[in-house]
């Protein structure tokens, strides 16, 4: 599958400083651009070390870290501004917001797993300006707050730093703007940014969207290649597009996919480790588990039922 500039994965410089926060060899991590070059980065911790510790603050910066546990267990303690907060055993969905111009620091009691988000005032800004709303003053959080959307988006990103080489980056692009958007509506008081009643694409936008997909089924596209194609943000596009066909882009271009991979998998000479490559999976494993998943058998197997 074709690289795209957005996203990438690997040993992003929060991922390096959470890694040499809590002594382990690497923090998986992925990093989501935007066109404006404003940065989102998701981290997966897996701490599972008996001993406590106390974590020096990461450096002070206009940035917020938000993180969410993806299973039950982990307490803490949390100094910022001055101010400690009693973070007890940790349900999971459990969400905290850490101001990092606050110069926040954590007294780590148990072992725990979460997805953290790494979030600079400059993506935020950003993003209210990509919405049409208002800049955020601050991103709020109540102690003991469940969230189980940012869970939800976080497990639904786990792939993605796990299998890097499967990961779709208008997937990626999909849950970052959600990701983004429910979080200034929730704790950054932005009304609507989450809620807005969606419109849907004109037919030419329509008619311009689905054939730019269609022209890059067998390599990477990005939310805000195809947005721009029609002439809209990436947020009111993805919407819209939802709003129209009644699925994201991410979910079309995998369906179009598989829909492909059945045409050419109909030619017996083809080799599936061919068809995958043509049809925009990464390789002939890709290909069997998003098939097998859309279709119910694995694509070997459908070959064969179909068979002449």
């Given amino acids: 599958m074709r690289p795209m500039p957005s996203p990438s994965c690997g040993d992003s410089r929060f991922g390096q400083r959470l890694a040499m926060q809590y002594g382990v060899d690497a923090v998986p991590s992925l990093v989501a651009t935007s066109r404006w070059g404003s940065e989102l980065v998701i981290a997966h911790m897996h701490y599972e070390q008996p001993h406590l510790f106390v974590?020096?603050?990461?450096?002070?910066?206009?940035?917020?870290?938000?993180?969410?546990?993806?299973?039950?267990?982990?307490?803490?303690?949390?100094?910022?501004?001055?101010?400690e907060l009693r973070l007890g055993l940790q349900q999971e969905g459990a969400f905290h917001i850490a101001?990092?111009?606050?110069?926040?620091?954590?007294?780590?009691?148990?072992?725990?797993?979460?997805m953290l988000f790494h979030l600079p005032r400059t993506t935020i800004d950003a993003f209210a300006e990509e919405m049409d709303v208002p800049r955020v003053g601050a991103l709020r959080c109540d102690a003991g707050t469940v969230d189980p959307v940012?869970?939800?988006?976080?497990?639904?990103?786990?792939?993605?730093?796990?299998?890097?080489?499967?990961?779709s980056t208008l997937?990626?692009?999909?849950?970052?703007?959600?990701?983004?958007?429910?979080?200034?509506?929730?704790?950054?008081?932005v009304a609507g940014a989450a809620s807005a009643e969606p419109r849907g694409l004109a037919p030419w936008q329509e008619r311009r969207a689905k054939a730019f997909l269609m022209a890059h089924l067998a390599g990477d596209v990005?939310?805000?290649?195809?947005?721009?194609?029609?002439?809209?943000?990436?947020?009111?596009?993805s919407k819209a597009f939802k709003q129209t066909t009644g699925q994201t882009p991410h979910a079309w271009l995998v369906s179009q996919r598989v829909a492909a991979a059945r045409r050419l998998l109909a030619q017996p000479e083809l080799p599936i480790a061919e068809i995958a490559a043509a049809c925009g999976f990464s390789d002939q494993s890709h290909l069997t588990r998003v098939f097998s998943a859309h279709v119910g058998t694995s694509p070997a197997r459908w070959r064969r039922l179909n068979a002449d």
């Fill in 222 to 237: 990005s939310l805000a290649e195809v947005a721009r194609e029609c002439a809209l943000s990436r947020s009111h596009f």
């Fill in 171 to 189: 997937f990626v692009d999909h849950l970052t703007l959600a990701l983004k958007a429910h979080v200034l509506h929730a704790y950054g008081g």
């Fill in 55 to 83: 974590l020096p603050p990461l450096p002070a910066e206009d940035a917020f870290v938000l993180s969410v546990e993806i299973a039950s267990g982990g307490s803490r303690r949390i100094r910022s501004g001055g101010t």
């Fill in 150 to 167: 940012v869970a939800s988006l976080g497990r639904a990103m786990l792939p993605a730093l796990m299998q890097p080489e499967t990961a």
């Fill in 99 to 114: 101001d990092l111009s606050q110069c926040a620091s954590a007294y780590v009691c148990s072992p725990f797993h979460s």
